[in-house]
Nanobody, 125 residues
């Protein structure tokens, strides 16, 4: 009963681009806060960006700011993560998530109730 379906991961060269998709099946993204996370081998899950459902703002961590862009297609009820200028340190499993709770800034991790299955992004040197 997966509720978020991710796609778009793969192998890319340094400096290349990937576009990840996250489609929701049982809720409307516009009513939820959205977060993207990644987990590199041997490391914990790292939040990299979010879309607040309180102020509508998008927040990016410094490590991806200027390279990653999140967008939302209401017709397809899909959130996209455009990743440009990829670096080897971007290699990780990427997860999208949605929170039903209102928050200013990014929601805390425990408030994300819906998660994608994860998609592997590998950036070669």
């Amino acid at each position: 009963e997966v509720q978020l379906v991710e796609s778009g991961g793969g192998l890319v060269q340094t400096g290349g681009s990937l576009r990840l998709s996250c489609a929701a099946s049982v809720f409307t993204f516009g009513d939820y806060a959205v977060g993207w996370f990644r987990q590199a081998p041997g490391k914990g899950r790292e939040a990299i960006l979010c879309i607040s459902n309180s102020d509508g703002s998008t927040y990016y961590v410094d490590s991806v700011k200027g390279r990653f862009t999140v967008s939302y297609d209401s017709a397809l009820n899909t959130v996209y993560l455009q990743m440009n200028s990829l670096k080897p340190e971007d290699t990780a499993v990427y997860y999208c998530a949605a929170s039903p709770f209102s928050a200013y800034g990014c929601s805390p991790l425990y408030e994300y109730e819906y998660w994608g299955q994860g998609t592997q992004v590998t950036v070669s040197t």
